[in-house]
């Protein structure tokens, strides 16, 4: 049997795969994705680590900026350094599109900023945008599985 190539197959799944939802499933999730994603921007202003570590899956993986990707149980070391090092305030966050097909969701996002270094220093005013991947857990509930942003900050300024 020939091998389809891994974006056929997300193509397959993705487009093919997946039932017909209702107009008030597909809205019953976009809620609760929306949710998930209130709560990572919530936590975040509040530097709060634990709490923006939970809307991830245990095997999410981010791509910061200017930074190597970070996956699985070594986020949980990455995100208490980032909130150790960093208070982050969200001054805007702006939903772009969220696109659900079946128990998946993309997310693209634009942001700005004000990163401030805890160990002193001055704010860095930045904007940016990114994407999320979420996954619907075993559970029912919608958890982020990839988060990839960029900024528009030159390699090495923050």
Known sequence: MPRLHPYTLIALCVFVGCAPAS????????????????????????????????????????????????AGDAMAEWTRNFFEQLDIALDTYEDEQLILAGDHAIH???FTW????????????????????????QDGSWKITHDIWNTGAAPGSM
């Open 23 to 70: 107009d008030s499933d597909l809205e019953a999730d976009r809620t609760a994705v929306r949710a998930v994603i209130a709560e990572e921007v919530r936590a975040a202003n509040a530097g709060e680590a634990d709490a923006f570590r939970a809307v991830f899956s245990g095997d999410a993986v981010a791509m910061p900026p200017n930074a190597p990707a970070v």
């Open 108 to 110: 693209h996002y634009s």
């Open 114 to 137: 004000t990163v401030t270094p805890k160990a002193g220093g001055e704010p860095v005013v930045e904007q940016g945008q990114g994407i999320h991947i979420l996954r619907r857990e």
